[in-house]
């Protein structure tokens, strides 16, 4: 397999981008700088739902991490940022937190392009060296992950090896080819003598009818899902890994933010906000997406591990929630819906 255009899989960034904005506007979360970095959009309750998910999982088990260490400094490293806001939701929430967005330097200019205009980041004090922003609390490293010797220079980037870190690959490693991305993981699951956590966004079911269909859209757009048929199920995803150094692994599917990592008063908000009434589709989506979290030194890291931990939970079979079969039954797939969810990608 041949390595993916970088303009194409910033393509995908960009229009996840509006997806988050579409949701933000219709009130599904909040998120301060998400106009700064995109345009208007009005997507299907289905995608909004689908960003809420993604979004409140990441943000719930990061806090998590964070507050696990309320007097020291942690280290946010977003691989594959695009125009993602996280880094500053963070800075925003928390002072005791450093953050490091990591893209192709390209993308990362036009990113700093569009905050220099803004004065919302003007509490960041920042300069702008070779067109990207630095600062004590926020800096852009340019990156491309196919490239292993830039990876392994992470320190001299001003990434520190003595801190607790938090990673996240929002579907970055995806579109990597699976030995360098292995690599790229294994090394990362050392690079700080502190506790650290490895959140991932990625996917299960390539023998679906959903899956064959949801990859070959992304194939034909230019940003093939690498790591799909190789580590296409949970146990894949967690056994990898673990293989690969990370002490505790946990892979849920996203519809697990839905079922458990809410209350039923947000469930019936969301509800009412999506004006959904059958999740007998939208459901399809969220199953074949995974967030999953690899840690190290647990000990340290128990209220996360007590929070995300599937096991610590006895998932309820009820009208008001996901069942985790949705898109695995031997059902037809209904192509119209997905393409309306997923325009931006279908060519």
Same mark, same amino acid.
């Given at each position: 397999m041949s390595a993916n255009s970088p303009s194409e899989v910033?393509?995908?960034?960009?229009?996840?981008?509006h997806f988050k904005r579409s949701a933000v506007d219709k009130g599904y979360y909040k998120d301060d700088a998400i106009n700064v970095f995109s345009s208007p959009s009005d997507?299907?309750?289905?995608?909004?739902?689908?960003?809420?998910?993604?979004v409140t999982a990441l943000r719930s088990v990061i806090?998590? /991490?964070?507050? &696990? =260490?309320?007097n020291q400094t942690v280290q946010f490293v977003n691989l594959g940022a695009g125009l993602d806001t996280l880094s500053f939701w963070l800075?925003?929430?928390?002072?005791?937190?450093?953050?490091?967005?990591?893209?192709f330097d390209t993308h990362l200019i036009y990113k700093a392009q569009l905050l220099t205009?803004?004065?919302e980041f003007s509490f960041l004090n920042y300069k702008i060296i070779n067109g990207l922003v630095h600062s004590h609390k926020y800096t852009m490293v340019p990156m491309n992950f196919e490239d292993l010797e830039s990876v392994y220079k992470l320190e001299e980037k001003g990434l520190s090896r003595e801190l607790p870190t938090v990673f996240l690959s929002?579907?970055?490693?995806?579109?990597?080819?699976?030995?360098?991305?292995?690599?790229?993981?294994? /090394?990362?699951? &050392? =690079?700080?003598?502190?506790?650290s956590a490895y959140l991932f966004l990625d996917y299960i079911g390539s023998w679906t009818a959903f899956g064959r269909w949801y990859s070959k859209l992304f194939e034909d757009f230019g940003a093939e899902f690498k790591s799909f048929k190789k580590y296409d199920t949970i146990e894949k995803h967690t056994k990898r890994y673990k293989e690969l150094g990370w002490d505790h692994v946990m892979v849920n599917p996203m519809s697990f933010t839905y079922n458990e990592l809410i209350d039923e008063e947000e469930r019936m908000r969301l509800k009412k906000l999506s004006k959904l009434e059958s999740y007998e589709y939208f459901g399809v989506l969220p199953n074949h997406t995974v967030i999953g979290v690899a840690v190290t030194q647990k000990e340290r890291l128990s209220n996360l591990i007590q929070f995300y931990d599937?096991?610590?939970?006895e998932t309820k079979e009820t009208s008001k929630l996901i069942p985790y079969d949705l898109g695995f039954r031997n059902d037809?797939?209904?192509?119209?819906?997905?393409?309306r969810m997923l325009h931006s990608f279908v060519i």
């Open positions: 910033v393509k995908t960034s960009h229009s996840v981008s997507e299907s309750p289905s995608l909004d739902m689908f960003i809420y998910m993604r806090a998590l /991490f964070v507050e &696990s =260490f309320p800075l925003s929430k928390y002072n005791n937190v450093v953050c490091f967005d990591l893209d205009k803004s004065n929002e579907f970055c490693l995806t579109y990597v080819q699976n030995d360098v991305s292995d690599k790229v993981i294994k /090394f990362l699951s &050392s =690079f700080s003598s502190k506790p599937m096991s610590n939970y037809e797939l209904d192509v119209e819906y997905f393409k």
